[in-house]
């Protein structure tokens, strides 16, 4: 059965206190897995996608990275303004996308 | 290029009363999505279209959700009728050929 599970379920960090959030996945035919930002009140709003293993994407304090297993969200030196919910999900046949639950992010001054 | 449309934003009834929510997706995006997303979870895929016709609706309440996407394009979801438990934010997405492009979401609050 596709799955993907995503750790922590919640994380406070203070400002600068770099951290990783992961999502494991077990899924048949990945075409693609993704990042997305989710703040209070709004839609996810898409943040990178990664197609195979050894594969890496940077944008400002966030880095994604994708093993045949995982994948990490690496946060660089936090600022408040990065708190919200990240979703991970994976992409497989037939367009069908899977999603873990979600890692509330709160980044305190 | 405009986003995923969804209306309205906000809708409060009482139990057993129906309501419909809309979604316009990307243009040119063939495959629209419904989710569920209850506070605290991630989204839950209601149902999935390719074009104007269903690709996944397994897990839609069949007893008491319907949706159409009936020229390929807009789509309609509809309780009838609703429960307590259908509180929770309606996710429209839609996608080409890369990641799911979502709406800003109904939040429905059924009292």
């Known amino acids: 059965e596709d799955q993907v599970t995503q750790s922590p379920e919640a994380l406070r960090l203070q400002e600068g206190e770099s951290s990783s959030l992961n999502c494991s996945y077990t899924?048949?035919?990945?075409?693609?897995l993704f990042w997305y930002r989710q703040d209070p009140g709004k839609g996810p709003e898409f943040l990178f996608t990664?197609?195979?293993a050894g594969e890496e994407k940077e944008k400002e304090r966030l880095k994604a990275t994708l093993t045949k297993k995982e994948s990490f969200l690496h946060i660089t030196a936090p600022k408040p303004e990065d708190s919200a919910t990240y979703l991970c999900a994976v992409k497989v046949n037939f367009n069908k996308f899977y999603f873990g639950s979600g890692t509330k992010l709160n980044v305190k001054p | 290029e405009a986003g995923v449309a969804q209306s309205p934003r906000y809708k409060i009834i009482e139990k057993r009363q129906s309501v419909a929510f809309w979604c316009n997706p990307i243009?040119?995006?063939?495959?629209l999505y419904w989710y569920q997303q209850i506070l605290g979870q991630g989204p839950k895929l209601l149902i999935q279209?390719?074009?104007?016709?269903?690709?996944?609706d397994s897990q839609l309440p069949k007893d008491r959700f319907s949706a159409e996407r009936l020229k390929g394009v807009d789509s309609t979801l509809k309780i009838q009728p609703a429960k307590l438990e259908d509180s929770a934010v309606y996710l429209c997405?839609?996608?080409?050929?890369?990641?799911?492009?979502f709406g800003q979401g109904t939040r429905l609050t059924v009292v």
């Open positions: 243009s040119g995006h063939a495959t």
């Open positions: 279209f390719q074009n104007n016709g269903v690709v996944d």
């Open positions: 990664l197609y195979s």
């Open positions: 997405a839609s996608t080409g050929t890369g990641g799911a492009f």
């Open positions: 899924v048949s035919g990945l075409r693609g």
